[in-house]
C-alpha cells in the first residue's frame, strides 16, 4: 500500500516550473511532512496528489494503480487548506456532515460519524453553532473534522496550523498526532515550519525550488542532512556551517584550526550543531579560544554567540544547557568541536561527504 510521485514535475503556463521530476514513495498511514521554504513547490505537489492540478510530466500512483487520469472526486482524499472556508450558514454539526451528505450516507450513519469525529477533535460541545461563534482554533479543528469526517484513504492538508497563535498551534499539534494515531489514515502535511515538520511526521520530504532534497525520517534528517541546504534548515538554531580546507588531517579556515582525523584533502563546509559545541571557562587542550560576542537567553538555554579572528571573523553560535550568567560579552571562552558532531559537505554542490 501506497502513495507514488514517479518523475513528476508540474511547469505553469507562465513557465515557471514547481515541481521538477520528484520521485518519493510512501507508505499509507504514515504521516508525511512536505516540508521547505516559500515557494518550494510544497502545496503544488499536494495540489497535484489531489487531482486540482493536472501534471506535466511524470504519473502519480496509489497502491500501484495510476491515478494520474482521475478527477480529484474519484482519487478518494480529501484537503484542508490554509484558508479553509466554513459554510458560514450551516452549523458545525452541518458543515461536518456535509461531505457525507453528498455521498449520500444514511442519516443514522451520519449522525453516528460526525459525533465520532467531533469528539475525537474536542469540538462536541459546539456542534449547534455558527462558525462565526467559533475561535479560529474551534473553527480550525471543524475544518479537519469535515476533513476526516468519512475516513478518506489520505487527508492532504496545506499549512492548516498557520493561522493559529502560538500556543493553540502547539495544541492543535498535539491533537493531530493523536487523531493520526488513532484513525490510521494517511497524512499529507504541508509546512514551512521545520519544527512542525520534526515533531509531526514520521517522514520529511524537504524540498527546495521544487526538487526534492531529502526523504527520510525527522532523525535522520537531523543527524545526517544529506545537504548543506537541509542543515542549515533544520534545527534552530540553525547548524553552524564554516567555509574551509581539509589538508593533512586538519580543518583551516580562516584562524580556526582542528584536527579532522580520516578525512581526504579538498575544499568543504564544516557543520556543527549549536548544541553539540562543548564549553570551558578556562583554556584545556583541543580546546579553542574564542570571543563571546553575545549573550542571550532563551530559558532553559543560553545561546552563545562568539567570534575568533579580528577584522573578518569566524562566528558560531553555540547552545548550553548551563547556567551561564557568569559570562559577559568581550569574554574569552574556549570551545570544543568534537570529531564525532562534525559533518562535512562539498564546497561546490553543497552534498554531504560521508
Ligand atoms: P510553496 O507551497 O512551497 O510555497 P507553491 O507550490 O505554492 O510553493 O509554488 C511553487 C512555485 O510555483 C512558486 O514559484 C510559485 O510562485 C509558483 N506557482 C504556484 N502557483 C502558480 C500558478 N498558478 N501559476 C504560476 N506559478 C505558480
Ligand atoms: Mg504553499
Known sequence: MSVKFKNVSKRFTDGTLALDNLEVEFSKGEFVIFLGPSGSGKTTACRCLAGLEDITAGKIFVDGKDITPLPPREREMSMVFQNYALYS???????????????????????????????????????????????GGQAQRVAVARALVWQPSICLMDEPL????????????????????ELKCTFVFVTH???EAM?????????????????????????????????EFIGRPAMNTIEGKISNGRFRAKELDLPVSGRSDGKVVLGIRPEHIV????????????TLDVVELVQPDTLLFAKKGQSDP????????????????????????????LHFFDLGTGERLS
Not at 106 to 133: S, T
Not at 162 to 181: C, F, G, M, P, V
Not at 279 to 290: G, K, M, N, T, Y
Not at 315 to 341: G, N, W
Open 89 to 135: 450558514h450551516k452549523t458545525v454539526y452541518e458543515n461536518i456532515a456535509y461531505p457525507l451528505r453528498i455521498r449520500k450516507y444514511p442519516k443514522d450513519e451520519i449522525d453516528f460519524l460526525v459525533k465520532n469525529v467531533a469528539n475525537l477533535l474536542q469540538i462536541q460541545d459546539y456542534l449547534g453553532r455558527k462558525p462565526r461563534q467559533l475561535s
Open 314 to 341: 569566524i562566528s558560531v553560535v553555540v547552545r548550553i544547557m548551563e547556567d551561564c550568567s557568569d559570562l559577559r560579552p568581550r569574554d574569552t571562552i574556549y570551545l570544543k568541536f568534537p570529531q564525532q558532531a
Open 199 to 231: 515533531t509531526l511526521g514520521t517522514r520529511i520530504i524537504v524540498l527546495n525550488q521544487g526538487k526534492l532534497i531529502q526523504f527520510d525520517t525527522p532523525r535522520k534528517i537531523y543527524s545526517e542532512p544529506a545537504t548543506r541546504f537541509v542543515a
Open 279 to 290: 564549553l570551558q571557562r578556562e583554556s584545556q587542550s583541543d580546546f579553542i579560544p574564542f
Open 162 to 181: 498557520s493561522n493559529l497563535d502560538a500556543i493553540l498551534r502547539l495544541q492543535t499539534r498535539t491533537e493531530l498526532k493523536r487523531l493520526h494515531d
Open 193 to 195: 515550519d521545520q519544527e
